[in-house]
């Protein structure tokens, strides 16, 4: 950067009729962030004056203002970058005895004065030329004091230095930024849980998993309940024997190994509790699919009571796959099997036929839904399949052009919902809108997390 001073014979004072012409490099090295544009047009304008010049011309309007504002109204230029520059100006205006002049000029339409200012500054800036004064006068008044900062790397070029970049604000800038490097804290991340947990956030929907600690139908016991349960802090005998506070590990109500998902889903004693919160999940997604594009092929559903259907608005469903939309010669062999294996039936089914080069054609839609330790969904989607293997296999068997697909529904015991195992499968395959799949997911979450925590763990 560089500025310029001109000032002819007669205003410059000297008798042998020589021009003042002055290359001024304005720059400071002892806080080069001050380096701008602006000091470089007031610099001038103080060296000018100090001079004992009292009529000077700029091109620069907001040098103008500024001058005119720290004469004036001193108080509204404290936070101003070059404030002591401007300061050291009013100082040498006041110690004048005469009236100080400035005057503003249009840049680079032809005046003499300020061309050769300009070029001047332009030969201290490239260098072409060596300045006849250095001006190093402080000009912020903040240099002393602190502001934070964090270091990042050039995109273009990885092997360059680190640059300081100061954050633009000390509020969302600087939470976002500790969030990123601080948020596990002292937290210890070589543990089983937070690997899982690692593994397991690509397959998991943030947002629609965390709706408890908002939610103001979760009560605070509930929500540290499910943060324990999450993080594997969930008291249960396990971790008392741990701690030297029980003689066994095993759950004290079916003496089977304890543990937080054994006591959230696991326990032969709490079955009551998981099957009705089972059915009113099953609920909410048979309400669900019967309100989406596909509502016209449910006819199985083995999810809820027919009161509380009906109560839903929902028809009177059978609970076992009926025997009119099965393949004629498989009716006695699946009656068998589904006496034999109740557990086997879907939760719901979609059925329906169309032509196919002269052909009836079955396409059978079983919609299994399941609870999973949250951070090992493949495991269920497994018990799933196997669940249902004799029943598609028997189908495929009796009629080779059937169409038939499983649908597993995954939730999360303690109220994660999956991008794939949960809400792909209910918009993909089972016809629910995007409207209706926002809701349903959050029903779904919440409908995981209160009933899990008030009969369950309470």
């Known amino acids: 950067m560089g500025s310029g001073l001109y000032a002819n014979s007669a205003a410059a004072g000297t008798h042998e009729g020589v021009d003042l012409l002055l290359r001024i490099q304005p720059a400071i090295k002892s806080y080069p962030f001050d380096n701008t544009i602006n000091r470089a047009e007031l610099v001038p304008v103080m060296e000018a004056i100090s001079r004992g010049y009292t009529h000077i011309a700029t091109d620069s309007l907001s040098t103008l203002y500024q001058v005119k504002k720290i004469a004036h109204q001193p108080q509204a230029m404290n936070e101003h970058r070059h404030l002591l520059l401007h300061k050291k100006i009013a100082e040498l205006i006041l110690e004048k005895n005469q009236p100080i002049h400035i005057y503003k000029v249009k840049s680079h339409i032809g005046i003499v004065g300020n061309e050769i200012a300009d070029e001047l500054a332009t030969s201290v800036a490239k260098g072409t030329e060596t300045p006849n004064i250095h001006i190093q006068d402080d000009s912020n008044p903040h240099e002393s004091q602190y502001w934070p900062y964090h270091t990042q790397d050039t995109p273009d070029h990885a092997d360059a230095p680190t640059r300081p970049q100061p954050l633009t604000d000390l509020d969302a800038s600087l939470r976002k930024l500790c969030h990123n490097m601080y948020h596990m804290g002292t937290a210890n991340t070589a543990t089983t849980y937070y690997a899982a947990a690692q593994k397991a956030a ?110 839903e608005g929902l028809p009177d469903l059978p609970t076992s796959v009926p025997n009119n939309i099965l393949p004629p010669s498989m009716i006695a062999e699946y009656e068998q099997a589904d006496n034999d294996k109740p557990d086997s039936r879907p939760d719901i089914t979609l059925y329906w036929t169309e032509k196919s080069h002269g052909l009836l054609k079955r396409h059978y839609t079983f919609v299994e839904i399941k609870y999973c330790v949250d951070t090992k969904p493949q495991e269920q989607q497994a018990n799933a399949e196997e669940q249902h293997k004799g029943l598609i296999q028997m189908i495929q068997k009796h009629d080779v052009n059937a169409e038939v697909r499983l649908v597993v529904i995954l939730l999360g015991t303690a109220g994660y919902i999956y991008e794939d195992y949960t809400k792909k499968q209910l918009q993909e395959y089972l016809g629910v809108d995007a409207h209706a799949l926002k809701s349903l997911v959050t029903n779904l979450h919440l409908q995981s997390v209160n009933p899990l925590m008030a009969k369950v763990l309470i």
């Open 202 to 311: 690509a397959l998991i929907d943030m947002p629609a998993s965390n709706k408890f600690l908002t939610s103001r139908t979760v009560t605070p016991y509930e929500t540290t309940n499910v943060l324990k349960l999450r993080c594997g802090n969930l008291y249960n005998n396990k971790l008392a024997h741990r701690y030297g506070r029980s003689t066994t590990s095993k759950c004290p109500l079916c003496r089977q190994p304890d543990g937080g998902y054994h006591l959230a889903s696991g326990c032969p004693a709490l079955s009551e509790a998981y099957i009705e919160r089972h059915h009113a999940t099953g609920m909410y997604i048979l309400k669900a699919i019967k309100g989406g594009r596909l509502g016209s092929t449910v006819v199985q559903a083995d999810v809820g009571s027919n009161d509380k259907r009906t109560t």
